[in-house]
């Protein structure tokens, strides 16, 4: 399958600062990306959707001024979390879609683990 | 998307099938059936995905039944590095994978 790698793996930061996770496609174009972040004990949920050269779609509920989202090349988005607080603190994934033989799949990076104190 | 529901939680001895069901009986004719597994503290992992016919490749098989209301995603031969939560989503298109809760799935010696 697709790879999508992100850096870094896991931030511990403290209360005010801001962080920048970055996700990369390895081994294909994707002029979408998602972003995506999960609590202790839940499921995934949809923060944002990233499209390559231009503005990011954030879902209800998700400030885009607090969580930025630029998606600069077909194989990079970044997502920085502006002045974060300790409510911040989440695991945030990654993913894009690719073509193949399979069709249109949604492949996910490894996730970044977020300690905000 | 079609909403779908699954079973919190299954146990399966290693070496046996694990059949994981899932029910989605609003589905409509364009919303394919997807499967992913997160492994504590990891990201999601594609496994396989179906229409209508019943489809395999080298992790799991998908067998989907003929009003695609129900589907299941069987692993023939579960191993402890098996053990996860199993997400059956229903998706249309280009649309964006919605996950719910989920199967955990704990594999047992």
């Known amino acids: 399958g697709a790879v999508v790698s992100q850096h870094p793996s896991w931030v511990i930061c403290k209360s005010g600062t801001s962080v920048k996770i970055e996700c990369r496609s390895l081994?294909?174009?994707?002029?979408?990306m998602f972003w995506y972040r999960q609590f202790p004990k839940q499921s995934l949920m949809l923060m944002a959707t990233?499209?390559?050269?231009?503005?990011?779609?954030?879902e209800q509920g998700v400030e885009k001024d607090k969580f930025l989202i630029n998606h600069a090349s077909l194989t990079l988005s970044t997502l920085t979390v502006t002045s974060a607080h300790p409510e911040d603190s989440s695991f945030y994934i990654c993913?894009?879609?690719?073509?193949?033989?399979?069709?249109?799949?949604?492949?996910f990076g490894p996730g970044t683990r977020l300690l905000v104190l | 998307d079609a909403k779908t529901t699954q079973p919190p939680s299954m146990d399966c001895a290693e070496g046996r099938a694990a059949n994981l069901p899932c029910n989605h009986s609003?589905?409509?004719?364009?919303?394919?059936v997807y499967w992913y597994r997160q492994i504590h503290s990891q990201g999601p992992q594609y496994i396989i995905h179906g229409l209508k016919n019943n489809e395999t490749n080298e992790m799991a098989s998908l067998i989907i039944t003929e009003d695609r209301k129900s589907s299941t995603l069987i692993l023939p031969h579960a191993t402890l590095r098996d053990t996860a939560v199993y997400y059956c989503?229903?998706?249309?298109?280009?649309?964006?994978?919605?996950f719910g809760k989920g199967t955990m799935l704990l594999v047992s010696p």
């Open positions: 990233s499209n390559e050269g231009s503005k990011a779609t954030h």
């Open positions: 993913s894009a879609y690719t073509s193949g033989r399979a069709g249109e799949t949604q492949y």
């Open positions: 609003t589905i409509s004719g364009n919303e394919y």
């Open positions: 081994d294909f174009q994707a002029t979408t």
């Open positions: 989503i229903a998706r249309r298109g280009y649309s964006t994978l919605t």
